[in-house]
């Protein structure tokens, strides 16, 4: 498995800004897309961003032109940068990865992380 660890969520009010990062620990195994899912209680989890490893990007429609998703491959970091958040931004926030295994490396399986709360409220 590869180990992603999550940091940067909190509290902010409306129209401000969050910074989330995850750092993957991937031993033997290579990294493929990576990117942040959210969820809120009762609703299914829903794709935010996604970074392919040669850097093209995707954002869901609800976010575009307010996140921006940014990868390290050197450090194995994924980075989401929230602006102009509003409260529907609410959510709890998971990093995931796509890796792949040695030694074919053909084959991608996913992994998420603990995940991180971003609450946006006056």
């Known amino acids: 498995q590869v180990q992603l660890v999550e940091s940067g969520g909190g509290l902010v009010q409306p129209g401000g800004s969050l910074r989330l990062s995850c750092a993957a620990t991937?031993?033997?195994?290579?990294?493929?897309?990576m990117g942040w899912y959210r969820q809120t209680p009762g609703k299914e989890r829903e794709l935010v961003a996604t970074?392919?490893?040669?850097?093209?990007?995707a954002y869901a429609d609800a976010v575009k032109g307010r996140f921006t998703i940014s990868r390290d491959n050197a450090k194995d970091t994924v980075t989401l940068q929230m602006d102009n958040l509003k409260p529907e931004d609410t959510a709890v926030y998971y990093c995931y990865c796509n890796a792949r295994r040695p030694p074919s490396y053909t084959t991608d399986f996913l992994n998420w992380g603990q995940g991180t709360q971003a609450t946006v409220s006056s």
């Open positions: 970074v392919s490893n040669s850097g093209t990007t």
């Open positions: 991937r031993s033997v195994f290579r990294l493929n897309d």
